[in-house]
Every structure is written in structure tokens, then in C-alpha cells.
């Protein structure tokens, strides 16, 4: 699987968008990261490797504590994916705006005017 088919995937649970979520405040231990959800520790270890295994997080090691870092890399790359398709729904609304601004000008058709 690509990079960005792993980011993607990595990224599609709600759970995982949380855990980044709160890494982006700072590093924390799996315990941290465990106390908001409803789920075991075992859970939260098995998404913390979906998310290192994308490349979003890093797990460090000092002494027993391991704790959990945000790498925002992958989601550059994400971004830089979805700017091209910005860049096309821009072109779009700006085609859309234009005939809009057209229609103004030149006012309703003759058969508008009938139904009207």
C-alpha cells in the first residue's frame, strides 16, 4: 500500500483522529492518550501502530516512559494532495460566479418571463 493510502486509512477512525488530535497539544504516554476513550489499553496500543506504521506518530524512549509524538509530514502530504482539487472546485465556483454575473446582466429569459 502507498504512503498516502496508509495516511488515509490510518486516519478514516474516529478514535485515531482523537489521538492526533490530542498529540497535537504535546507528547503523551499510551496511558494519557487511553483516558478519554471507552476502550482498553490494548485498543489504544493497536491504534497508536495503525498510526506509526502511516508515519503520523513517533513513540520516543525515556527510560520505561515511552511517549507518543505527532508527526505532521504525512499530513503535508495530504494537503498538498487535496490543494490540487481546491484548486479545481475553485475554477468551478469562479465559472459558476461568472455565469451568474451574466445571467444579472442580461436579465431573465423570455420564457422566465412567461412563467413569471
Known sequence: MDRLSLVFAALADPT???ILARLADGEATVNQLA??????????????????QAGLITRGRDAQWRPCRLEAAPLRDISAWAASYRRFWDER??????YLQTLQQTGPSEEEQQDG
Not at 93 to 98: F, I, K, Q, V
Open 16 to 18: 485515531r483522529r482523537a
Open 35 to 52: 483516558e478519554p476513550f471507552p476502550i482498553s489499553l490494548q485498543a489504544v496500543s493497536k491504534h497508536l501502530k495503525v498510526l506509526e
Open 93 to 98: 465556483y469562479d465559472r459558476l460566479d461568472d
